[in-house]
């Protein structure tokens, strides 16, 4: 009995506390009361004004009111829906008794999708093109971020330090880069992707983004690989974006003035990698620095004129005082596999400079609406300096990685010991003058482009670097009556040249139910240098057969690329300059098709092209991490073919994601590349300087196609992106990258070219964001958020398999004078962190 009660008035006890609370808790509402108004601010009659995850609704009255009872003290979330219109989720967190008075705008959805697919349509029908989301650079986890990360997906990539690519087997020199018609430069002596500073696109002031893979068209200039694109936004108000992050920080602003008549783009960046480097195999005081201001302001003067200055600065700087690399390899030679490894220890320190200004202004005439007239002139200037004193005492042996002995970590078994050091003093001044035409004509089935470029080119070039290597008390390579340098560069050059090109372009589009397109073209290209002429006929085609029940269009384009050698090209690895050097001729056919269709009861794309390219008058080179050594001659043929594959859609609704997968295969073979090896009286073969051991015959070895430098089967690029099902305001992006091995070159060597090999490159990059305001959250009137669109929190762990990716090899010499390659390592496990504001 005592039981009962004891549990009866607790019961009753537990209700009396329980019910005062629970009354209060009844009257903890707040009230949301406000106007829905379409895109001209008219009111919406019967808009339906729903509490999410709540049976409570309410709908606008016919001046487009509403008034609302909702829950105090917790976040909650109306829906605003009508057909026709935008569905608008607006957030609060209301205190009790608050009344919150909103306006709400819908958009009427209708024209805006009929836009984006006459867009796509059009763009869909040229060959090479990659039409790439802006927006996604920033949300996009990669250490270099920007646009070009998000080309790396498509194209593949071996280093995630620099912006650098290559695109089906072409070198990083063989990509054009435009800024609203004006073609863009990066430096030219950077080394590493240490070194690199900030692309000269900035992600925030971009609209429009059109990557060219290959077949472009006759209207962009003279390189064989690829066409970046890009068209800087033209704002229609005044906002703005911040961002600050552990690797990088940037701030831009736009608006309009004079009635819209002026626009300006604002954009500021600050990028530093020392978080990055200082977790490379290489320890020291890493000081890393790049700045750039880019402006773009524009003035339609009259209704037929309109006037643009585009203004970029750049400066970056790069200190490094190294202390110590540990480098370690499993596997070297049949003849010795064991774990060995590179001790150094360093004295000295590496300072660059890099510095790069542009200016551009045009003039567009609109004398009629189907004709366009575009008057520009730039300038640009480059200026960079190399200081490098460094001096490595190495040990080179068996190390020991027995946890449990003493000399866990150490070299145990010493190989080889001795000094190496890298000395440069190198200085390089460009400036480019250019002045340009280009115009547009609507002639109904034909449209018209045409253009003409005159351009300055000025060198000042100082070059002055060595090696010197000294194993176990003897410089290499050895000559007992002189000190010997490993390698020597050095050169002056002061030259200019003037470069015309320019060209003539017809789209003519077919009366027929298929729509047929034809696109043809011819570039010239003349410069005062080596006074070559060369003419590029292009052509391209596309059509969308009728009669298929899938939407499908199918292109294609054939025509010859060439690329008229500039200052790296020209350069020898002696130092010494090729005024005569001719330019590369590539001669290219692609085809494929862009197909339509539903994966998941959602839209899909999937787009495949082959291709094959076919090189003369090659000027072979050797990549050194990001540096390009060419050899200064056209001594060199070589052929490139492949297929790529690309799917985009909503595998997660409302999220679009891609894949993109190639096989490719280019080598080149070089004009007289053959090499002597000596014979013994044993038939050993030798050295042909082996004192001990007298040669007795000889033999003539011709190389052949190798494979080139960028030569990789396979490359595979996911952007993937995801969200919680119960909050779309938390969201993860996976970029995973893979490409199969890539041939190694010797520098300097035609015996060993591709004697050795990069093993694949694979990486995963994870970033996880969540909103942490947006434009429907609520804010009261003194909140220093008010003005906000959004604000988001991004984590961004990068190559979260910790793969340790090479990206050189650095070769040693042990006493019995055998060569080991020690691989040099990129950056490992890494953890980055930035936040976001737009108002």
Not at 258 to 264: A, Q
Not at 279 to 303: H, K, R
Not at 682 to 693: R, V
């Amino acid at each position: 009995m005592f039981h009962k009660f004891h549990t009866t008035a607790t019961l009753l006890i537990t209700c009396f506390l329980f019910y005062p609370s629970s009354i209060y808790a009844q009257k903890k509402i707040a009230t949301i009361t406000g106007k829905v108004l379409d895109e001209n601010d008219k009111p919406l009659k019967s808009v339906s004004v729903q509490v999410l995850n709540v049976e409570k609704n309410t709908a606008t009255n016919d001046s487009g009111y509403f008034q609302i009872n909702v829950a105090a003290n917790k976040p909650v979330a109306l829906v605003f829906s009508f057909v026709g219109y935008t569905t608008v989720q607006k957030n609060f967190y209301l205190g009790t008794g608050e009344n919150e008075k909103i306006t709400i705008k819908l958009q009427r959805f209708t024209k805006e999708l009929k836009a984006v697919t006459v867009k796509d349509e059009r763009d869909r029908r040229q060959p090479g093109l990659v039409n790439i989301d802006a927006s996604r650079a920033l949300v996009n986890p990669s250490p270099i971020g920007g646009i070009e990360s998000l080309i790396k997906v498509f194209v593949g990539s071996n280093n995630e330090l620099t912006s650098q690519y290559s695109v089906r087997g072409g070198s990083y020199d063989e990509n054009l880069v435009y800024v609203n018609d004006f073609e863009v430069y990066r430096p030219y002596l950077v080394r590493s992707g240490q070194q690199e500073g900030l692309s000269f696109i900035n992600p925030e002031l971009t609209s429009n983004v059109k990557f060219y893979n290959g077949g472009f068209q006759a209207k962009y200039g003279d390189k064989m690989s690829s066409v970046l694109d890009i068209t800087y936004r033209k704002p229609t108000q005044n906002a703005g974006s911040a961002y600050i992050g552990l690797l990088e920080q940037g701030l831009h602003l736009e608006g309009t003035a004079k009635k819209n008549k002026v626009t300006y783009l604002f954009g500021v960046r600050n990028r530093t990698n020392q978080n990055l480097l200082s977790s490379q195999e290489t320890q020291g005081n890493y000081i890393p620095s790049s700045v750039d201001l880019q402006t773009l302001v524009t003035w339609q003067a009259t209704n037929k004129w309109r006037l643009e200055a585009l203004a970029n600065f750049s400066k970056t700087k790069f200190s490094f005082f190294p202390k110590e690399s540990q480098l370690t390899s499993s596997v070297f030679s049949p003849l010795y596999s064991t774990s060995l490894g590179l001790d150094i220890f360093f004295e000295g320190h590496e300072k660059d400079k890099y510095s790069t200004n542009f200016i551009g202004l045009s003039a567009i005439n609109q004398p009629t609406k189907k004709l366009q007239l575009k008057w520009m002139l730039s300038y640009f200037s480059d200026k960079e300096e190399e200081n490098i004193d460094i001096t490595g005492a190495y040990l080179f042996g068996e190390r020991d990685f027995d946890p449990n002995s003493a000399t866990n970590g150490a070299i145990v078994n010493p190989l080889g010991a001795g000094v190496n050091q890298n000395y440069a003093r190198n200085k390089l001044d460009i400036d480019v003058w250019s002045a340009s035409h280009k115009g547009t004509l609507d002639a109904g089935k034909h449209f018209l482009q045409w253009g003409n470029t005159i351009e300055r080119q000025v060198v000042h070039d100082h070059l002055h670097e060595w090696i010197y290597n000294d194993s176990a008390g003897y410089s290499l390579p050895y000559n007992p009556n002189q000190l010997s340098l490993q390698s020597f560069t050095s050169g002056d050059a002061d030259f200019n040249v003037t470069r015309f090109h320019g060209y003539i372009q017809d789209n003519f589009r077919f009366n027929d139910s298929s729509g047929f397109i034809l696109q043809g073209g011819l570039r010239y290209n003349y410069n005062t240098l080596n006074k070559e002429f060369l003419l590029s006929p292009r052509i391209g085609f596309s059509f969308k057969p009728d009669n298929w029940k899938k939407d499908i269009v199918i292109r294609g384009a054939a025509g010859v690329y060439v690329q008229p050698p500039f200052y790296r090209e020209m350069r020898r690895y002696d130092g010494s300059i090729n005024y005569n050097l001719k330019a590369q001729k590539s001669y290219q056919a692609s085809g494929g098709f862009d197909y339509y269709f539903k994966l998941f009861q959602r839209p899909a794309r999937f787009t495949t092209e082959a291709y094959y390219k076919y090189m003369t008058d090659v000027v072979p080179y050797d990549i050194d991490n990001v540096r390009l050594h060419y050899y200064g001659e056209n001594n060199a043929k070589a052929y490139t073919a492949g297929i790529e594959g690309r799917l985009f859609g909503e595998i997660v609704k409302d999220a679009e994601s891609w894949i993109s997968i190639g096989i490719m295969r280019t080598k080149e073979n070089l004009n007289n590349d053959y090499y002597t090896t000596y014979q013994n009286a044993a038939g050993e073969t030798i050295g042909p300087h082996t004192a001990d051991k007298i040669p007795v015959d000889s033999t003539t070895n011709a190389v052949g196609w190798l494979r080139r430098p960028t030569d990789r089967l396979i490359t595979f690029g996911m952007f993937f992106q995801d969200y919680l099902s119960t909050n779309k305001n938390f969201k993860v992006y996976f970029n995973t990258l893979y490409g199969s091995n890539m041939p190694y070159n010797i520098p300097g060597s035609i015996r060993y070219r591709n004697a050795l090999t990069i093993e694949p490159y694979i990486r995963v990059d994870i970033g996880f964001s969540a909103l942490l305001l947006n434009e429907q959250s609520a804010r009261r009137s003194h909140s220093p958020f008010k003005n906000f669109d959004n604000i988001w929190a991004s984590l961004e762990i990068f190559n979260v398999i910790d793969r340790a990716n090479t990206i050189s090899y650095q070769l040693v010499k042990d006493f019995s004078n055998t060569v080991y390659a020690i691989p040099n390592r990129l950056t490992p496990r890494l953890v980055n962190f930035k936040i976001f504001a737009k108002w």
